[in-house]
């Protein structure tokens, strides 16, 4: 048997690498976030095993991941917050999450839309230092700071210090400021200190400060 150490530091190479290739692939990862009756089991990743909460899927959510909104109304008694944890990551709106669907299942965010409510006393959605990020699909609505809320700027959502980061077929519709303030700003989408924000076939309307 011949031994070649040079040859079998190259294959001890390329298997490494193609371990650690098979190891990034391996961490993306698909969450369904559903408001069906279903029991949240471990990995998330279909429409009868999904999270019911969309900050539960943001928390646990890395780099490549995808989180999936099924096109049911998610109300909210709290901000979501979007952080640069979850970097790299798309969240899509607008699909039928029939539990018995194979896959993803069908998506049409005009037949099944997905709504994020607001009803406490605060913005809808805030995202934070996220680079590469993708919100699509997606209705927000209802945000209604007040004075003991302290949140100023962006009723529907605010976006602050994220890098290429992408809005994509979303609707930002009737958030209102119900703070007398002078330095409210944004009454739909508030914007600061980002290093490129893409907002693209978007509709942004009836919102109010």
């Not at 031994?3 to 490494?16: F, H, I, S």
């Not at 369904?32 to 969309?54: E, K």
């Not at 018995?100 to 709504?115: H, L």
């Amino acid at each position: 048997m011949l031994y070649d150490e040079g040859a079998m530091k190259t294959l001890l190479r390329w298997g490494m690498a193609l371990l650690g290739a098979a190891s990034i692939t391996a961490r993306a990862a698909l969450y369904c976030v559903t408001t069906n009756p279903v029991t949240p089991t471990p990995p998330y990743d279909t429409w009868g095993t999904g999270f019911t909460n969309i900050q539960a899927a943001l928390d646990v959510a890395r780099s490549n991941d995808t989180i999936r909104l099924a096109g049911h109304t998610f109300v909210l008694t709290d901000s979501l917050t979007w952080t640069g944890l979850a970097s790299h990551v798309i969240l899509r709106g607008g699909y039928a999450a029939t539990n018995a669907a194979t896959g993803e299942g069908e998506n049409d965010p005009v037949r099944w839309p997905t709504i994020v409510r607001q009803t406490a006393a605060t913005r809808v959605w805030m995202i934070s230092k996220v680079t590469n990020g993708i919100l699509d699909r997606v209705v927000i609505t209802g945000g209604q700071p007040t004075a003991g809320s302290g949140d100023w700027n962006g009723v529907g959502v605010f976006v602050a210090e994220c890098k290429n980061f992408l809005m994509v077929s979303c609707v930002i519709t009737n958030n209102r400021m119900l703070l007398s303030n002078a330095t409210k700003r944004g009454g739909g989408l508030y914007a600061v200190s980002n290093d490129w924000l893409i907002v693209s076939n978007c509709l942004i309307r009836n919102n109010h400060l």
